[in-house]
């Protein structure tokens, strides 16, 4: 979502960088290339100027243009604004007596189902016991599909069909939840295509019911600033806890995400990361601050990795990686391990400098999962002795693999190259291993 935000930060103070000592006025334009770079980011206007005008205070200041490494303490300083503009990290509040009720409100569209059933997926893997209420009877596709994601993950699905009224689904709902032990119940309200009346008088005859402890409006990322005039609807009407942004893996600009908490009041408490139903992460300020500068995102990595490779693979891995003995057996197994992890281009952004690096190296591409299903299937079209050793590929056999992947032997020897220098990469982050975290040594294949 942040990519194009990213680079155009990362060019900003790598040119900051290079002038070694800062002046006022070198701070002076690097602050007019980040307003620009925030405004084409779809930021909204006042969030912008109140940002720009923060960091600028802070950073002419003589303890920062005097210091040894000024550049350093300017990106320090926007790392600490960026923080402060996305806000403190606002964790569900589930502490009273259960059944703990989260209400879920957005327009149609949003994708309040789907993240009605990841929600009910994370709880469920924090110990907890949800139940998913199809409260939304306007749509009879939204009781199916709530019906067929609690079926396919395994959760409880209260649902009474499209003719009952709302109010006492959820009534029902709380009974059952209560007679049956479930810790939370998670309500998928109605939406509709734009903020009615109608729609609003359901919603807080919902909220009255039920004491929710949570009210999370479900905004789609893709829509911008539309998000945020959506969330502040909402708001005047009820009491808006949180918010799950939504299709973030998308091509958004990421506007919403950097505005909502300032213009609308509104904590963002979850992300939508991908159509997977593991795809909802907790939202992290200092996590999402420091990936839009290019740091990468290393704690996030680390809990993902930690949930897919176990030790002694991490081990192993990091072995054939320092003696240059990895090869291709070993880089689909660590693909299809990377591709449960979630979209392969967010997972190479979380490693720091890893951006960079792929950029930086000869023939190496910006991978994204469409060409890593490709690359897979002519791993995939390869004998066990071929990928074990990929010198044994000469001109008959590369004309046989791409026969068998539905590729052309251009791309079978792109591939190749590319393996080569994916070796090369991957050895010299190995050489400085120590500035590796543990937990991801085994994964960077």
């Known amino acids: 979502m942040f990519d194009n935000l990213t680079d155009r930060l990362t060019s900003i103070f790598s040119s900051l960088g290079s002038k070694g000592a800062l002046t ?175 729609m609003m008088q359901e919603l807080r005859e919902i909220v009255d019911l039920s004491r929710p402890s949570e009210v999370l409006l479900v905004a789609d990322a893709m829509t911008g600033q539309d998000a945020v005039k959506v969330a502040e609807e909402f708001g005047h009407n009820v009491k808006l806890t949180g918010l799950i942004l939504t299709k973030v893996d998308g091509d958004a600009r990421g506007g919403a995400a950097l505005s909502i908490r300032q213009v609308a009041g509104v904590p963002i408490k979850f992300l939508g990361t991908s159509e997977k139903p593991d795809g909802l992460e907790v939202f992290h300020p200092d996590r999402l601050a420091q990936r839009i500068l290019g740091m990468g995102d290393v704690l996030s990595l680390i809990e993902k990795a930690q949930e897919t490779f176990d030790e002694d693979q991490a081990r192993q891995m990091e072995k054939k990686l320092r003696t240059a003995t990895f090869n291709f057996e070993d880089f689909l197994q660590q693909v299809q391990g990377l591709k449960k992890m979630g979209p392969l281009t967010g997972i190479m952004e979380m490693i720091p400098g890893m951006r960079s690096a792929i950029r930086g190296a000869g023939g190496v591409p910006d991978f994204n999962d469409k060409q890593f299903k490709r690359v897979e299937a002519m791993i995939t079209s390869m004998t066990l002795e071929e990928r074990r050793n990929p010198s044994l590929i000469n001109g008959s056999r590369r004309k046989r693999i791409a026969r068998g992947s539905g590729t052309t032997i251009q791309e079978v020897n792109q591939l190749l190259n590319q393996f080569k220098e994916m070796q090369k990469l991957m050895k010299s982050m190995m050489s400085g291993r120590k500035r590796v975290p543990k937990a991801l040594r085994g994964m960077l294949g």
């Open 24 to 198: 006022e006025k070198d701070v002076d334009q690097a602050m007019r290339e980040v307003r620009m770079s925030l405004l084409e980011a779809d930021v909204n206007f006042k969030v912008v100027k109140d940002f720009v005008a923060k960091v600028r205070e802070r950073s002419v200041g003589a303890d920062v243009l005097q210091s040894l490494t000024p550049s350093q303490q300017v990106i320090k300083i926007v790392h600490e604004e960026l923080v402060a503009l996305l806000g403190e990290a606002a964790p569900l509040a589930l502490d009273r007596q259960p059944p703990n009720v989260i209400v879920l409100a957005g327009l149609q569209g949003a994708g309040k189902t789907t993240a009605a059933a990841k929600l009910g997926l994370l709880l469920r893997k924090q110990k907890q016991l949800p139940l998913l209420v199809a409260a939304d009877i306007y749509r009879p596709a939204a009781v199916d599909q709530l019906l067929a994601l609690g079926k396919q993950l395994d959760l409880p699905v209260h649902s009474e069909g499209t003719s009952a009224k709302p109010t006492d689904i959820v009534r029902n709902a709380l009974r059952s939840a209560q007679a049956s032990g479930r810790s939370v119940v998670i309500v998928d309200t109605a939406g509709r295509l734009h903020v009615d009346e109608r």
